[in-house]
């Protein structure tokens, strides 16, 4: 590795829908328990309408500090000290980091950086290569599964997994609101693609441990909430299909809501 790449700093933004949930795993992290130090900050949003209306704030302001300078606010000695753009870190609150989880993170992230300057978002688990042409990558634990691909990393992305994306702060990339808890990543990777930018997977495991079936009896509101996010994300980049996701392969218009058709039972209300 070229160490002459400056360390980003990770700032780290979770949106807490269920408090008993976030204590047992992510805030078990060791990086994030009492006095741990693997991040330069640390954003528990509550009540948020999307992804986006949790993750962008942050991303906004650690923008703004960055391209101010070094100054002597907060948030702008926090965007400055590393030497490097920072990133912003968006995580589900079901997600447990082994110890030193940031450092690995970190590292592999300026490994991937000397590959790709021009890289603005980074996940751990994903599709790399676009349209039928698509492969699996990562390294995780899901839902008592591992799922560890075959494909070398880091890689290329063309999707990534929700579970955790990280975006450089200065890329100008945002999350888009209208997908409110879905699809947003992989939104990410085709901004990122349309800008010029890259995006990758990066080798840093956690343990992902969702409620969410990945198929048959799950609530109602979720489906509900996943269908409409797909119609968005099929509507927005219809000129880019076919399009597949870990969760989704979306040639036309009406494939996602098809597929919960298909593969799924809603039920009551239920929590997701």
């Known amino acids: 590795m070229d160490h002459n790449i400056a360390s980003p700093a990770l700032h780290l933004v979770c949106a807490v829908s269920d408090k008993a949930v976030l204590h047992r795993e992510l805030m078990a992290s060791p990086d994030l ?11 528990l949003v509550h009540g948020a309408r999307s992804a986006a209306h949790a993750c962008n704030p942050v991303l906004e302001r650690l923008s703004r500090a960055w391209s101010a300078g070094l100054g002597g606010d907060e948030d702008t000695a926090l965007a400055n000290d590393a030497g490097a753009a920072p990133w912003v870190v968006w995580i589900h609150q079901d997600v447990r980091l082994a110890e030193g ?6 590292q592999a992230l300026q490994h991937a950086l000397q590959r790709w300057p021009d890289l603005a978002v980074a996940g751990v688990y994903g599709l790399s290569g676009f349209g039928e042409e698509a492969v699996r990558a990562g390294d995780v634990w899901d839902r008592g599964a591992h799922l560890v691909e075959p494909t070398a990393l880091p890689c290329t992305a063309s999707s990534l997994d929700e579970l955790l994306v990280a975006v450089r702060a200065d890329s100008g990339l945002l999350l888009d609101p209208e997908l409110g808890f879905d699809f947003y990543a992989t939104d990410l990777c085709l901004q990122a693609t349309a800008r010029g930018l890259s995006a990758a997977v990066l080798h840093a495991p956690v343990r992902h441990a969702s ?10 509101r979720v489906l509900d909430r996943i269908a409409r996010s797909g119609e968005v994300f099929e509507r927005k980049w219809a000129a880019q299909l076919p399009v597949f ?4 392969e979306v040639r036309q218009a009406g494939d ?3 597929f919960i058709e298909q593969h799924f039972q809603a039920v009551g209300e239920g929590h997701g």
């Open 101 to 106: 989880w940031a450092a690995q993170f970190t």
């Open 33 to 43: 328990a009492p006095r741990g130090t693997g991040f330069a900050r640390v954003v």
């Open 211 to 220: 409620g969410t079936p990945r198929e048959g009896a799950a609530p109602r």
């Open 245 to 248: 996701t870990p969760c989704f």
């Open 256 to 258: 996602v809501r098809a």
